[in-house]
C-alpha cells in the first residue's frame, strides 16, 4: 500500500487543503477591500480587471478539478471562452461580458465546495500522474496564488487612496554591514531542476546534471542605494550600458529611474507603493526594473547578471554533500524565519534579512524580496515534457521571455521553492521584479 505521506509527515490531502485555503483568503482579501466599481475598472491596461482574475481562477479550479481531476459535467461551459487568458488579451477584457462581482463570488465559492468534494473522495496515489500526490490541487493553488500576485500588481497600478493596509516591516538585520559583497560559487557538477518535488510544474523537470564553472555572486539583492549611484553617475543617460532594444525603451519612454520613483528636485527620490507616497527606502532591494534596467546596471557595475544555472546552483548547491536541496536553507518548507513571503510586509525587507534562509553558501534573500532577473531566455530544460498541458509553458519557450527566479515579497509559499521558474517580457517594470548581479573569475582564478 503507498502510504500518502510528504513534507513534515502531512498528508497529499490535507496539504492540497490547506494550500487551497491559503490561495482562497489571499483572493478574497484582495477583492473585498475595494468597492465592486474598482473590482470591474481597468487600472492599466498591461492588466485585466480585479473581476476577470477572479472568475479566471474558478474557471480553471473548475476545468482542471471538477471536470479533468473529478469527471464532473461541466458547471460553467458557456464562460470558458471569456477565461481563457490566450483569447483575449488584457487590454481587451474590460469590453467582454465578464461576470459582475457578485456572480464571479458566487462562482469562486460553487466551484471551491465541490472541489474539495472531489479532493475527499480522490485517491491520491496510482490513480494516474494527474491525481499522483495531489499534483492537479497543488497545481490550482498555485495557479491562484500566481494570480493573487497579478491582482497585488493591479492593487500597485490603481490611482486612489490605499486599500490595503501595510504590516509593519521586518526588522533590519544587525549584520548586513559585516556581510562579504558576494560568494564564490565552486566549480563543478549540480543538479538542476527536480524529479522529487510533487508539486513541481512541467518547465521545473526533469532534474538534470549541469557543469559550471566557478563564479562570483553578490550575497544580496542590489539595493535602491546602489541602484541610486548607477542613476546619479549618468546611468540612463549612457548608451554604453544598454541593450540596443533597453535604450530604445529609456528614449522613447523617457525612463529616468525605476517605475514609480519621483525625483523630489533636491536630490531625494520618493515612490508610490499601494497607493502611498514615501521616501525610497536606501537599505531595500530595487524594485520595478526591467530586464533591460538589470543588465545596465550590472555592465555599469562591470559585472553581468547570472545565468538561470549559476542562480540555482547559489540557491541550491551543498558543497558539503554535493546534493540540490529543495529551497536555500534545506528541505524543511518555508517559515516566517526564512523569507519574506505570502504578501506578509507589502514591501520587501532591508537587503541582509532572514539569515535563517541563507545558501549553504551563505547566500541571502534567494526566496521571496524580489523575483530576480537572469541573464537567460525562457527554455526547455532537455527532456522537457508538457503536462498537463501546452500552454503553461512551452508556448513561451523562446528570446522574447527572460527567466526570473526566487519568488517576490506577493509570491505564495506553495510556489516557493528553489526550482520554481518565472518569464516575462524583458521590458517589464510593473511586476516586483529586482535582481543581484555576477562575475566570471579570471582564468588565472577558474
Not at 513534515?8 to 496539504?15: D, F, I, K, N, V
Not at 550600458?241 to 529609456?250: F, K, L, M, N, T
Not at 526594473?289 to 542562480?311: F, H, K
Amino acid at each position: 500500500m503507498t502510504v500518502e505521506t510528504t513534507d513534515g509527515g502531512a498528508t497529499p490531502r490535507a496539504l492540497a487543503r490547506e494550500a487551497l485555503a491559503v490561495a482562497r483568503e489571499r483572493t478574497l482579501g484582495l477583492a473585498d477591500c475595494v468597492e465592486d466599481g474598482e473590482l470591474t475598472a481597468q487600472h492599466s491596461p498591461l492588466m485585466s480587471p480585479l473581476v476577470w482574475d477572479m472568475a479566471h481562477i474558478a474557471n480553471q479550479e473548475e476545468q482542471w478539478l471538477l471536470r479533468a481531476a473529478g469527471g464532473l459535467a461541466a458547471l460553467r461551459p458557456e464562460v470558458d471562452s471569456l477565461y481563457d487568458a490566450f483569447e483575449h488579451p488584457r487590454a481587451t477584457r474590460p469590453a467582454l461580458p465578464l461576470l459582475p462581482p457578485g456572480e464571479a463570488r458566487g462562482y469562486l465559492a460553487e466551484v471551491r465546495g465541490r472541489a474539495l468534494d472531489v479532493l475527499e473522495g480522490a485517491r491520491l496515489a496510482g490513480a494516474g500522474r494527474l491525481l499522483d500526490h495531489g499534483f492537479a490541487f497543488g497545481m490550482i493553488a498555485q495557479h491562484e496564488q500566481q494570480h493573487a500576485e497579478t491582482m497585488l500588481i493591479t492593487h500597485q497600478l490603481r490611482r486612489g487612496p490605499a486599500a490595503l493596509t501595510a504590516p509593519p516591516p521586518p526588522p533590519a538585520p544587525l549584520d548586513a554591514a559585516s556581510l562579504p559583497s558576494e560568494v564564490l560559487v565552486p566549480a563543478g557538477p549540480f543538479t538542476m531542476g527536480t524529479d522529487d518535488d510533487p508539486w513541481a510544474l512541467d518547465n521545473e523537470r526533469p532534474a538534470h546534471r549541469r557543469e559550471l564553472p566557478a563564479f562570483l555572486i553578490d550575497t544580496l539583492p542590489v539595493s535602491n542605494a546602489a541602484y541610486q549611484r548607477f542613476i546619479e553617475d549618468g546611468g540612463y543617460h549612457r548608451e554604453r550600458w544598454w541593450h540596443p532594444a533597453g535604450w530604445q525603451q529609456v528614449r522613447r519612454h523617457g525612463w529616468r529611474a525605476p517605475l514609480f520613483w519621483r525625483d523630489d528636485g533636491a536630490g531625494g527620490w520618493w515612490r508610490r507603493r499601494f497607493g502611498v507616497r514615501e521616501p525610497v527606502p536606501a537599505d531595500e532591494p530595487v524594485l520595478h526594473v526591467s530586464w533591460y534596467e538589470a543588465d545596465a546596471y550590472a555592465r555599469w557595475a562591470g559585472r553581468r547578471l547570472p545565468s538561470e544555472a549559476e542562480w540555482e546552483k547559489a540557491a541550491r548547491f551543498d558543497p558539503a554533500t554535493g546534493r540540490s536541496r529543495r529551497f536555500p536553507w534545506g528541505d524543511t518548507p518555508p517559515s516566517a524565519h526564512h523569507a519574506n513571503l505570502g504578501q506578509r510586509h507589502l514591501g520587501p525587507a532591508p537587503v541582509g534579512s532572514y539569515p535563517a534562509g541563507a545558501s549553504a553558501l551563505g547566500v541571502r534573500q534567494l526566496l521571496g524580496d524580489v523575483w530576480e532577473w537572469t541573464a537567460d531566455a525562457f527554455g526547455p530544460y532537455p527532456g522537457f515534457t508538457a503536462f498537463p498541458y501546452r500552454e503553461y509553458s512551452e508556448v513561451f519557450f523562446g528570446p522574447a521571455y527572460k527567466v526570473l527566479r526566487g519568488g517576490g515579497f506577493g509570491v505564495g509559499t506553495v510556489v516557493a521553492r528553489a526550482t520554481f521558474r518565472n518569464w516575462d517580457h524583458p521590458v517589464r517594470r510593473q511586476i516586483f521584479s529586482g535582481f543581484r548581479t555576477a562575475r566570471s573569475l579570471p582564468p588565472e582564478r577558474a
